[in-house]
């Protein structure tokens, strides 16, 4: 007489809690790539938008401080403002204001930053010429985008130049 087995062929609760284990890993572990995605795509994009606006702002600022008829006082007493006159000899200045909180650069009563960023620092620092360089004016921008308020996606962007000026 043969006897017949039976095949218990089928899948055990072990083997059911491992593959479940198994892809709750994977689950939180494609989770933490794509924040960390987002995260850096939003880091990106303050970046830029804090960049063009200082890229614009001091873009004015070394065009007409270029052709500007003086720059007076040189050296500026305080750093926060630079005076000049205009080609047409017509007064103006360009000035860091409100620099406790929201600050932004501006030139006469106009600003040059939009709201979306604030300046964190910012300097303007006239320096004598020689008979052989130029007078010239050292500018000092550093900026985070308002909407992340100064966090690890809004890192502070600076921007440094010297704008030589003419001597007439």
């Given amino acids: 007489m043969i006897k017949n087995k039976k095949n218990n062929s089928g899948i055990s609760m072990i083997?059911?809690?491992?593959?479940?284990g198994v892809f709750a890993v994977l689950g939180i572990l494609s989770t933490r790539v794509i924040l960390l995605s987002l995260q850096g795509s939003k880091k990106?994009?303050?970046?830029?938008?804090?960049?063009?606006?200082?890229?614009?702002?001091?873009?004015?600022?070394?065009?007409?401080?270029r052709n500007a008829g003086s720059v007076s006082p040189c050296p500026n007493t305080d750093p926060l403002i630079v005076n000049y006159n205009d080609s047409n000899d017509i007064s103006s200045s360009f000035s860091c204001l409100n620099?406790?909180?929201a600050g932004y650069v501006a030139s006469g009563s106009a600003r040059l930053t939009s709201e979306e960023v604030n300046v964190t620092a910012c300097s303007f620092i006239?320096?004598?010429?020689?008979?052989s360089t130029p007078p010239k004016v050292a500018i000092d921008i550093q900026a985070v985008d308002a909407g992340t308020g100064g966090s690890k996606e809004g890192s502070i962007v600076s921007i440094s130049t010297e704008i030589n000026l003419r001597t007439y």
Avoid: F, P, W
């Fill in 99 to 101: 620099m406790t909180s």
């Fill in 126 to 131: 006239c320096t004598v010429g020689t008979q």
């Fill in 15 to 20: 083997e059911i809690l491992i593959v479940i």
């Fill in 44 to 65: 990106g994009d303050a970046q830029v938008k804090v960049r063009e606006n200082l890229d614009y702002a001091v873009s004015v600022i070394e065009r007409q401080l």
